[in-house]
């Protein structure tokens, strides 16, 4: 559709018809207008899975892993397919836009929403981010590049001013972004924060450079409630406020440009620039159909599958790996996450999977009729109770494996009443008069003795075991952060002591206040083992067995959106664990099930260590096939590893008085470690594989022009027994720069595939802009010309070849 049709509707509407679609018409959905046969756009968010409008455990949603994971590929190839399962998920859930990729970088170890980004380099979100949009939009549905910008931190996060300048800006931030709109992303996303003291939504940021500099002709959305006045954000070029109705815009806006406060050509934009979504997503004029599947596929699976292994990151191998499942007996499956991994991370990204296929099942599967698996937990993670599930409870009315979800009014009486399956409600139905949300099960004691209960809301809540009240009060909400107040409240807990196997029930209720949400999370958890009985149970699993496999992680605690971790470590009794049990068997594989880096203080002493991420909902199938060699891991780091907390170079998420300053400037991740000249565990880029390589001769031009790109060609051969991945990672510094020039930076890179003993040759793109920087000065890209160092190597902290190219200006003609 043209700009000229588009014009055509515009002058259809009124002011406030055009000002009523620049606000949600609900949570989710756009406003619609018949005078031009608009309808509403649907919105879910992303990136791990497409939930769609309702939080509701019966209508689940396939699940990815983790963009952490996905950045780990080094594959836009096979990113692309992923985007466009998104796309496939969005269609059969009616859904018209994605509100995913996330851009925001992994500028210190504990950000606590790693798992929701893809690394700490610009110039590998950008291509990863890019490929995820094209694969997204190729199948017709919008993908949203977000959070727009410098929302690298929980901390604070809906009010956090952080201060950086303009080339750290241009360079490090915005450039995912910019990576982005050269995709052609139908929308960005404003986030909560402010940089240098004007809130995201009111920045001029938007318009310049997003809007002006990189053409971006797409629709620029809040994040849901970021938006808090009405004049600034209409004037600084954010276009659709959400959610809906009644946000700040609608009467506020109406009036802001009746008394000249608001030009009304700004306003036409905005709504020229939703219409043009709207033609975008076939949302103008008659509905068309969409092919939507009927549910997740074969294909789906094998997808999922493959990407937890091409994801997986073999940090370290002492030859253990892969294992001969011919030359086993016993193998023993220990830690609590074999049973019950993590497999997405914590917030409003969060999905109801359609089936997890665990570590532990995965590994079973594989090795039926060749060995025998033994399970040992471990010790417990020391973390609060887990809402109840169907495996653990029933409705006491029905009996169904699940919960009695009532609604009362204000007398107590019965409003409605459903069988739900999940003790973790976050939107329970709506009915008028409802007072209180009340939920109840038969729990089956399988243990006797200290149980610990809890319920999670905000306002009056209580919880009772049998008709004996174990918690009853108020509970007010005091944030303002609506992952809190909508996905994650505080859990309040209770204990009581057990003394009979007969089924216990528990009923809890929360009153409903406005503005506190309608989240009702019920938890129970059996009394724990003592750790060292636990402990010394799985050091006997380990020494009976031929091979140990270890999965440890973090929790749903320590990773999540709304809050930053307060340290690197694993948690609970894992380290020690691992310690114990690679002791005890030196043929041990330790699986890192986590989002973001966290302290391996025991890598040296485990046979193999292997990083999964967050890896979704096939996670033990694409486990298994790694773990005995039907795949290659895959990954590559993302993100540099610090062997503790302590040697991080730029570790700094906490506000000072509401002010972050991002004193680093261009040196975060491996920039910072090389700048510090300090060692890391692991590098960005690290990754061992299943065979060996050796590198030859290296190509690149001995001297191109300002503003060119060029080509860096290796050569390298396969020297193992069997095929296998590389990724070829190509470098720059300028040790002379008149600018100030981190000490090496990421440029491009390559993945080849060789069978054992074959040849073959890397090509690495390297784009004019992997030269430029930004001059605050003139207020544009330079290049400077010059000698620069062009290295390739394995990781950022293994170079293997280096050599010089020479930049030079155009000739004058």
């Given at each position: 559709m043209t700009d000229d049709v588009i014009d055509l509707m515009l002058d259809k509407l009124d002011l406030t018809q055009k000002v009523r679609l620049l606000s949600g018409a609900t949570t989710w959905r756009t406003a619609g207008e018949p005078a031009v046969e608009l309808r509403q756009m649907v919105m879910s968010d992303g990136p791990a899975g497409v939930r769609g409008e309702a939080w509701d455990e019966r209508r689940t949603s396939v699940l990815l892993p983790s963009a952490s994971a996905i950045g780990a590929l080094w594959d836009e190839e096979l990113t692309a397919r992923l985007g466009g399962l998104l796309a496939s998920e969005a269609a059969r859930k009616g859904v018209d836009i994605v509100l995913a990729p996330t851009l925001n970088l992994h500028r210190t170890p504990l950000g606590g929403r790693h798992f929701e980004c893809f690394s700490e380099d610009p110039e590998l979100t950008g291509r990863t981010g890019a490929a995820l949009i094209r694969g997204i939009q190729?199948?017709?549905?919008?993908?949203?590049?977000?959070?727009?910008?410098?929302?690298?931190?929980?901390?604070?996060?809906?009010?956090?001013?952080?201060?950086?300048?303009?080339?750290?800006?241009?360079?490090?931030?915005?450039?995912?972004?910019?990576?982005?709109?050269?995709?052609?992303?139908?929308?960005?996303?404003?986030?909560?924060?402010?940089?240098?003291?004007?809130?995201?939504?009111?920045?001029?940021?938007?318009?310049?450079?997003?809007?002006?500099?990189?053409?971006?002709?797409?629709?620029?959305?809040?994040?849901?409630?970021?938006?808090?006045?009405?004049?600034?954000?209409?004037?600084?070029?954010?276009?659709?406020?959400?959610?809906?109705?009644?946000?700040?815009?609608?009467?506020?806006?109406?009036?802001?440009?009746?008394?000249?406060?608001?030009?009304?050509?700004?306003?036409?934009?905005?709504?020229?620039?939703?219409?043009?979504?709207?033609?975008?997503?076939?949302?103008?004029?008659?509905?068309?159909?969409?092919?939507?599947?009927?549910?997740?596929?074969?294909?789906?699976?094998?997808?999922?599958?493959?990407?937890?292994?091409?994801?997986?990151?073999?940090?370290?191998?002492?030859?253990?790996?892969?294992?001969?499942?011919?030359?086993?007996?016993?193998?023993?499956?220990?830690?609590?996450?074999?049973?019950?991994?993590?497999?997405?991370?914590?917030?409003?990204?969060?999905?109801?999977?359609?089936?997890?296929?665990?570590?532990?099942?995965?590994?079973?599967?594989?090795?039926?009729?060749?060995?025998?698996?033994?399970?040992?937990?471990?010790?417990?993670?020391?973390?609060?109770?887990?809402?109840?599930?169907?495996?653990?409870?029933?409705?006491?009315?029905?009996?169904?494996?699940?919960v009695l979800l009532r609604l009362l009014d204000a007398a107590g009486q019965e409003l409605l009443a459903e069988h739900r399956l999940s003790g973790r409600q976050l939107e329970p139905p709506v009915v008028p008069g409802a007072r209180t949300v009340e939920i109840s099960a038969l729990i089956r004691a399988d243990t006797t003795g200290e149980w610990t209960f809890g319920v999670a809301g905000f306002g009056r809540m209580s919880l009772s075991i049998d008709d004996l009240t174990v918690l009853d009060g108020e509970f007010p909400c005091t944030t303002d952060d609506p992952a809190v107040v909508h996905v994650t409240p505080p859990l309040h807990t209770?204990?009581?002591?057990?003394?009979?196997?007969?089924?216990?029930?528990?009923?809890?209720?929360?009153?409903?206040?406005?503005?506190?949400?309608?989240?009702?999370?019920?938890?129970?958890?059996?009394?724990?083992?003592?750790?060292?009985?636990?402990?010394?149970?799985?050091?006997?699993?380990?020494?009976?067995?031929?091979?140990?496999?270890?999965?440890?992680?973090?929790?749903?605690?320590?990773?999540?959106?709304?809050?930053?971790?307060?340290?690197?470590?694993?948690?609970?009794?894992?380290?020690?664990?691992?310690?114990?049990?690679?002791?005890?068997?030196?043929?041990?594989?330790?699986?890192?099930?986590?989002?973001?880096?966290?302290?391996?203080?025991?890598?040296?002493?485990?046979?193999?260590?292997?990083?999964?991420?967050?890896?979704?909902?096939?996670?033990?199938?694409?486990?298994?096939?790694?773990?005995?060699?039907?795949?290659?891991?895959g990954g590559r780091l993302p993100t540099t590893w610090a062997a503790r907390l302590a040697d991080a170079p730029v570790t700094r998420s906490q506000p000072a008085g509401g002010r972050l300053d991002y004193e680093e400037g261009l040196h975060i991740g491996y920039r910072a470690w090389a700048r510090a000249e300090r060692e890391p565990a692991y590098w960005f880029g690290h990754g061992e594989g299943y065979t060996t390589w050796e590198y030859g001769a290296v190509r690149v031009p001995p001297q191109v022009t300002r503003g060119s790109a060029f080509t860096v060609g290796v050569q390298l051969r396969n020297t193992g027994a069997r095929a296998g991945r590389e990724v070829v990672q190509v470098y720059l510094a300028r040790p002379d720069s008149a600018v100030e020039r981190p000490a090496l930076w990421f440029a491009g890179y390559a993945a080849v595939h060789a069978e054992a003993g074959e040849a073959t040759t890397a090509v690495v793109d390297v784009p004019a802009r992997a030269l430029r920087h930004w001059s605050e000065e003139a207020g544009t890209w330079r290049t400077e010309p010059g000698t620069y160092r062009v290295m390739v190597g394995r990781s950022a902290g293994r170079i293997l070849w280096h050599g010089e190219l020479e930049v030079r200006e155009p000739s004058a003609r």
């Amino acid at each position: 559709m043209t700009d000229d049709v588009i014009d055509l509707m515009l002058d259809k509407l009124d002011l406030t018809q055009k000002v009523r679609l620049l606000s949600g018409a609900t949570t989710w959905r756009t406003a619609g207008e018949p005078a031009v046969e608009l309808r509403q756009m649907v919105m879910s968010d992303g990136p791990a899975g497409v939930r769609g409008e309702a939080w509701d455990e019966r209508r689940t949603s396939v699940l990815l892993p983790s963009a952490s994971a996905i950045g780990a590929l080094w594959d836009e190839e096979l990113t692309a397919r992923l985007g466009g399962l998104l796309a496939s998920e969005a269609a059969r859930k009616g859904v018209d836009i994605v509100l995913a990729p996330t851009l925001n970088l992994h500028r210190t170890p504990l950000g606590g929403r790693h798992f929701e980004c893809f690394s700490e380099d610009p110039e590998l979100t950008g291509r990863t981010g890019a490929a995820l949009i094209r694969g997204i939009q190729e199948a017709g549905t919008a993908a949203t590049a977000k959070h727009y910008v410098a929302n690298d931190s929980e901390s604070e996060r809906m009010h956090v001013d952080v201060r950086v300048s303009e080339r750290v800006l241009r360079e490090v931030y915005l450039a995912p972004f910019e990576a982005a709109v050269d995709a052609g992303v139908w929308l960005v996303m404003a986030g909560y924060n402010s940089v240098n003291g004007t809130t995201m939504t009111a920045s001029a940021l938007l318009a310049e450079p997003l809007k002006s500099d990189w053409g971006f002709d797409g629709v620029v959305v809040s994040d849901w409630g970021a938006l808090r006045s009405a004049t600034a954000p209409a004037l600084a070029a954010l276009d659709l406020a959400m959610p809906g109705p009644q946000g700040p815009w609608e009467a506020e806006l109406v009036r802001a440009v009746q008394d000249g406060l608001v030009p009304a050509e700004a306003v036409d934009d905005k709504v020229r620039r939703l219409l043009r979504l709207a033609a975008r997503l076939h949302a103008l004029g008659p509905r068309r159909p969409r092919r939507t599947p009927a549910s997740p596929s074969r294909d789906t699976r094998e997808l999922l599958r493959r990407t937890v292994a091409a994801g997986s990151v073999l940090l370290s191998n002492r030859g253990v790996l892969p294992l001969d499942r011919a030359a086993l007996s016993t193998v023993a499956v220990i830690g609590v996450h074999a049973a019950t991994p993590r497999v997405q991370g914590g917030g409003s990204a969060g999905v109801f999977d359609s089936g997890t296929v665990t570590p532990l099942t995965g590994i079973r599967a594989r090795l039926r009729g060749h060995a025998r698996v033994v399970h040992v937990p471990g010790p417990s993670l020391g973390v609060p109770p887990a809402p109840l599930d169907p495996d653990r409870c029933s409705n006491p009315r029905s009996g169904q494996p699940g919960v009695l979800l009532r609604l009362l009014d204000a007398a107590g009486q019965e409003l409605l009443a459903e069988h739900r399956l999940s003790g973790r409600q976050l939107e329970p139905p709506v009915v008028p008069g409802a007072r209180t949300v009340e939920i109840s099960a038969l729990i089956r004691a399988d243990t006797t003795g200290e149980w610990t209960f809890g319920v999670a809301g905000f306002g009056r809540m209580s919880l009772s075991i049998d008709d004996l009240t174990v918690l009853d009060g108020e509970f007010p909400c005091t944030t303002d952060d609506p992952a809190v107040v909508h996905v994650t409240p505080p859990l309040h807990t209770a204990r009581a002591t057990i003394r009979t196997h007969r089924p216990i029930r528990l009923v809890a209720r929360r009153e409903l206040v406005p503005d506190t949400g309608r989240a009702v999370i019920v938890a129970a958890a059996p009394p724990q083992r003592e750790a060292a009985a636990a402990l010394a149970e799985a050091v006997e699993a380990a020494r009976s067995a031929d091979a140990v496999i270890v999965v440890v992680g973090t929790t749903e605690h320590t990773e999540t959106e709304g809050r930053d971790r307060a340290d690197l470590r694993l948690g609970g009794h894992q380290d020690a664990l691992v310690h114990a049990v690679a002791a005890a068997n030196p043929r041990t594989v330790a699986v890192v099930n986590s989002g973001g880096p966290v302290e391996l203080p025991w890598r040296d002493e485990a046979g193999a260590v292997l990083l999964t991420w967050f890896p979704g909902q096939e996670a033990g199938s694409g486990l298994a096939d790694v773990l005995f060699g039907l795949a290659e891991p895959g990954g590559r780091l993302p993100t540099t590893w610090a062997a503790r907390l302590a040697d991080a170079p730029v570790t700094r998420s906490q506000p000072a008085g509401g002010r972050l300053d991002y004193e680093e400037g261009l040196h975060i991740g491996y920039r910072a470690w090389a700048r510090a000249e300090r060692e890391p565990a692991y590098w960005f880029g690290h990754g061992e594989g299943y065979t060996t390589w050796e590198y030859g001769a290296v190509r690149v031009p001995p001297q191109v022009t300002r503003g060119s790109a060029f080509t860096v060609g290796v050569q390298l051969r396969n020297t193992g027994a069997r095929a296998g991945r590389e990724v070829v990672q190509v470098y720059l510094a300028r040790p002379d720069s008149a600018v100030e020039r981190p000490a090496l930076w990421f440029a491009g890179y390559a993945a080849v595939h060789a069978e054992a003993g074959e040849a073959t040759t890397a090509v690495v793109d390297v784009p004019a802009r992997a030269l430029r920087h930004w001059s605050e000065e003139a207020g544009t890209w330079r290049t400077e010309p010059g000698t620069y160092r062009v290295m390739v190597g394995r990781s950022a902290g293994r170079i293997l070849w280096h050599g010089e190219l020479e930049v030079r200006e155009p000739s004058a003609r």
